[in-house]
């Protein structure tokens, strides 16, 4: 049962523009999110977190929101660049400080020049 | 600061074979959790090791093992392989004390034949 799920298995966007990746998760228990950023034939890299007291956080180009009520999440780039060519994957713990992450599918962005 | 290290990074087994995958965490992460990644499933958890111990186990047959050393290094063992087994394995590493983020590993590429 896929607790995190990333319905959009692709995104492509222009580049300057802006790139919306989204994720859904069904446990309430959940209360610290991550997105990584993955490169073929390179280990995830960590972009940006969010534990369940924000509702947002802001690093650079990158914000995450969250909207625990709907237990939603999703992390916004601006402005898009061809180097933001990735997978993006949303991550959620149940337990600050844990280790056991709990990942969705992943969504593959193209940022087209 | 050397990131995680994984070896090897690629390899090929036949089936009924078994394997050992080797992981050094980040020096001074004493937490080290292992991934399987396979397309379409995205990432699951495997297991997680801290201070030599096994502290959570995700839901893999008895055939996926692992241990820790005392040094933090960590290894996986995946015991008479099935062509399913074939998928990116990855080890990620936290530091325990701070921080709720785990860095990943580039991962080690199995194929079972």
């Known amino acids: 049962d896929q607790q995190v799920k990333q319905n959009s298995p692709s995104l492509s966007v222009q580049e300057g523009r802006i790139s919306i990746l989204n994720c859904d998760y069904t446990n309430s228990m959940f209360d610290y999110f991550l997105w990584y950023k993955k490169y073929p034939a390179e280990g995830p890299t960590f972009l940006i977190s969010i534990s369940s007291i924000k509702d947002k956080n802001e690093d650079g180009r990158f914000t995450v929101f969250l909207n625990k009520s709907a237990k939603h999440l999703s992390l916004h780039i601006v402005p898009s660049q061809p180097g933001d060519s990735a997978v993006y994957f949303c991550?959620?713990?149940?337990?600050?400080?844990?280790?056991?992450?709990?990942f969705g599918t992943g969504t593959r962005l193209t940022v087209i020049p | 600061k050397a990131g995680v290290t994984q070896t090897p990074r690629y390899l090929i087994k036949t089936r009924g074979q078994q394997v050992t995958l080797s992981c050094s965490p980040i020096?001074?992460?004493?937490?080290v959790s292992w991934y399987q990644q396979t397309p379409g499933q995205g990432l699951q958890f495997l297991f997680e090791y801290f201070s030599e111990t096994q502290r959570n186990k995700g839901n893999f047959p008895g055939r996926f093992s692992g241990r820790q050393f005392s040094n933090s290094r960590s290894e996986m063992n995946v015991s008479t392989l099935e062509l399913g087994d074939s998928a990116l394995y990855l080890c990620?590493?936290?530091?325990?004390?701070?921080?709720?983020?785990?860095?990943f590993g580039e991962g080690s590429w199995l194929t079972v034949v």
């Open positions: 991550a959620a713990s149940g337990q600050t400080g844990a280790n056991n992450l709990f």
């Open positions: 020096s001074g992460h004493r937490s």
């Open positions: 990620a590493s936290r530091d325990s004390f701070s921080g709720n983020t785990i860095y």
